[in-house]
T-cell receptor
Framework: DAKTTQPTSMDCAEGRAANLPCNHS???????VYWYRQIHSQGPQYIIH???NNETNEMASLIITEDRKSSTLILPHATLRDTAVYYC??????????????FGKGTLLTVNP | GAVVSQHPSWVICKSGTSVKIECRSL??????MFWYRQFPKQSLMLMAT?????????EQGVEKDKFLINHASLTLSTLTVTSAHPEDSSFYIC???????????FGQGTRLTVV
């Protein structure tokens, strides 16, 4: 799986949009970009994933650049409960053992009141 | 999303004893389950991958005789930490996936403290 690079930490004001960047310059054509987050002392929570088109769900939006070398996770209206470590992971999306995820250090997002 | 349940949420055991952690997929059949370990202020590290009905595949540096993994059914995998020592104290997390889903789902984790 391709390696990703994320900032160590970010701050965001409550109610504002949080934009979390991720670089994945060595991504392969068949690799997807996945985002998970981990709230303190809990298991990771799936947020969103995409291949090349921008994606949106009830939690967030994912913007992938045209060359697919970087992406941005957007939390449109951050709340205090969004404070967590956010992991950007690239992997081939298919069933079975390809669910193995390699976690980097992620970005600690702190939402401030 | 699908639900994966881990039990117990936390456990304290004496050094030298064994501890079993269960991971259940509640609303789907998990063909593959993964076990991770996370030390304080560090990221998740994959320990092993288990496919239902076959032996687990361990990552380099993980002792298979110490961390016994059983995946006897499509909804249950267990991790047994044998002869636990204080250095095994960690946060253990499982995840489960299936051919029908495009993402893996995680349990809530088990905090193991060996005293």
């Amino acid at each position: 799986d391709a390696k990703t690079t994320q900032p160590t930490s970010m701050d965001c004001a409550e109610g504002r949009a949080a934009n979390l960047p991720c670089n994945h310059s060595t991504i392969s054509g068949n690799e997807y970009v996945y985002w998970y987050r981990q709230i303190h002392s809990q298991g990771p929570q799936y947020i969103i994933h995409g291949l090349k088109n921008n994606e949106t769900n009830e939690m967030a939006s994912l913007i992938i650049t045209e060359d697919r070398k970087s992406s941005t996770l957007i939390l449109p209206h951050a709340t205090l409960r969004d404070t967590a470590v956010y992991y950007c992971i690239v992997r081939v999306s298919s069933g079975g053992s390809n669910y193995k995820l390699t976690f980097g250090k992620g970005t600690l997002l702190t939402v401030n009141p | 999303g699908a639900v994966v349940s881990q039990h117990p949420s936390w456990v304290i055991c004496k050094s030298g004893t064994s501890v079993k952690i269960e991971c259940r997929s509640l609303d789907f059949q998990a063909t593959t389950m993964f076990w991770y370990r996370q030390f304080p202020k560090q990221s998740l590290m994959l320990m092993a991958t288990s496919n239902e009905g076959s032996k687990a595949t361990y990552e380099q540096g993980v002792e298979k005789d110490k961390f016994l993994i059983n995946h006897a059914s499509l909804t249950l995998s267990t991790l047994t930490v044998t002869s636990a020592h204080p250095e095994d104290s960690s946060f253990y997390i499982c995840s489960a996936g299936s051919w029908a889903n495009t993402e893996a789902f995680f349990g809530q984790g088990t905090r193991l403290t060996v005293v």
